[in-house]
């Protein structure tokens, strides 16, 4: 019913900058917080980046001063910006979204979407 596609991922040298995004298309009545997540090789996928449907952010301290979260509400897509990239930033990017639906019992409920991932790599 819903579904979040990422794109914009890519190899990048250390330093660079790259912008993600994702849509989230379907029979959305609305979004309530969307984020973006990371896994890299051999570790648990972790919070990156996340913002409410108010517009307020939160980031993994790792990431604070160098990612900017943001998203436009009209086009149901969340966006991150981000800057001065380390290789320890190289993981699969996912995108989640937290979805109001109208479900097939006429009820509305909160479900929560992931994306298919997309893979940064920052490297020389």
């Known amino acids: 019913q819903v579904q979040l596609v990422e794109s914009g991922g890519g190899l990048v040298q250390p330093g660079g900058s790259l912008r993600l995004s994702c849509a989230a298309s379907g029979r959305i009545l609305s979004i309530n917080a969307m984020g973006w997540y990371r896994q890299a090789p051999g570790k648990q996928r972790e919070l990156v980046a996340k913002i409410t449907g108010g517009g307020s952010t939160n980031y993994a301290d790792s990431v604070k001063g160098r990612f900017t979260i943001s998203r436009d509400n009209a086009k149901n897509t969340v966006y991150l910006h981000m800057n001065s990239l380390k290789p320890e930033d190289t993981a699969v990017y996912y995108c989640?979204?937290?979805?109001?639906?109208?479900?097939?019992?006429?009820?509305?409920?909160?479900?929560?979407?992931w994306g298919q991932g997309t893979q940064v790599t920052v490297s020389s």
């Open positions: 989640n979204a937290d979805v109001r639906v109208l479900a097939a019992d006429r009820h509305l409920r909160d479900y929560d979407y």
